[in-house]
């Protein structure tokens, strides 16, 4: 089963959200309405909270999970997301909070208490190194990111423009009975 419970915590998935059946997600975990995760991604809040908005892409190969709470860090990083965010194949988020019209480029890593404001893209391979702020507004590449120039309007029209195409491209698998148990 790809939604299981961990602990007092089972998953909850809100309306007209799609999680392809080979994903798997765990524990403290809340995915907003309309969004949609994908083939082989991971999302693991079992010693933390994990929170996806709305109209929120996860694609393939993702891994989610948070930073426990412990004597090095005693009230640990939950991992919280924001609406119409598309996270590109195989990126890793871990303990960091990413803002809402964001997108993710393949293959980056974003770790512990990192915060991404609002209307930011990320390179693909990007590096986003712990307790690093992305300001809103702006393009980020490298490992580790640099700041490289404000976005254009084309380029934050494309946030929910991308958002969008992929709630459209969920309800196709929904109607197609995908959900439903084989």
């Not at 702020?133 to 029209?157: D, I, M």
Request: with cysteine.
């Amino acid at each position: 089963m790809s939604i299981r419970p961990f602990q007092q915590h089972t998953p909850t998935v809100g309306e007209r959200a799609f999680v392809d059946r080979s994903a798997v997600v765990i524990g403290d975990v809340e995915i907003g309405a309309d969004s949609s995760i994908w083939p082989l991604t991971v999302i693991r809040g079992d010693m933390h909270r994990i929170r996806i908005g709305a109209r929120t892409s996860v694609q393939d190969g993702c891994v989610l999970h948070i930073t426990h709470a412990g004597p090095f860090n005693p009230e640990g990083f939950p991992l919280l997301i924001g609406d119409d965010v598309t996270i590109a194949h195989k990126v890793m988020l871990h303990g960091c909070t990413v803002g809402s019209r964001i997108l993710i480029g393949m293959s980056s890593i974003v770790m512990d208490g990192a915060v991404i404001e609002d209307d930011v893209i990320v390179g693909a391979g990007s590096l986003v190194p712990p307790g690093k702020r992305l300001q809103s507004g702006f393009l980020y590449v490298g490992s580790p990111v640099k700041q490289v120039r404000e976005l254009t309007e084309k380029e934050k029209a494309f946030f929910t423009y991308s958002a969008g195409n992929y709630v459209k491209l969920k309800d196709q698998h929904l109607a197609e009975g995908y959900d439903q148990p084989v």
